[in-house]
């Protein structure tokens, strides 16, 4: 039996952590369901539209990644709605530092209130990773500051071009 997983975000952009998550959970899934938010609760530089250009220019055609095994989606229902639609019982959340966990530890708990068969796994991004966020991603490029380290080629050109 295939074994999914929901990896919920709003990827506004993606980064090089994020990429860390997505990579590690393909070793413990058949399926990553990449599911970007599309909330109206937040401020976001890319829609979701563009975001989930961005996801598949980075994922399939910088990191050539498995077409296979990553389902890209934009979502605004509950995420536990997603697991019940793609019959799965596991939400992915990536950790960076202390400061995620109480956020994380919070929303895990109201998704296993809404259903209790629903597990959330936190996975860690690799220790060079853990430091980038889309939040420090944008502001870097809007002050035309390099950010090859922390991103894909493909997801640097889409910020240029919002910034230009």
Not at 43 to 59: C, G, Q, T, V
Not at 101 to 124: H, V, W
Request: proline share 1%; glycine share 4%; aromatic share 10%.
């Amino acid at each position: 039996m295939s074994k999914t997983a929901i990896y919920p975000g709003t990827f506004d952009p993606i980064t090089f952590g994020h990429i860390d998550v997505i990579k590690k959970s393909l070793k413990l899934f058949d399926k990553i369901v990449v599911a970007v938010s599309d909330g109206e609760n937040k401020n976001y530089l890319f829609d979701a539209e563009e975001r989930l250009e961005i996801l598949k220019n980075a994922l399939f055609k910088d990191l050539k990644m498995n077409k296979n095994k990553i389902i890209l989606i934009s979502f605004k229902s509950l995420t536990t709605n997603l697991c019940k639609k793609y019959k799965s019982n596991i939400i992915l959340r990536g950790l960076r530092a202390v400061s995620d966990f109480e956020y994380e530890f919070q929303l895990a708990g109201m998704n296993r209130k809404l259903n209790n068969n629903i597990e959330t796994l936190f996975l860690m991004s690799d220790v060079e990773n853990q430091i980038i966020s889309s939040k420090f991603v944008k502001e870097i490029i809007k002050l035309n500051g390099d950010i090859k380290k922390f991103t894909t080629k493909s997801t640097i050109k889409a910020l240029k071009e919002k910034y230009e």
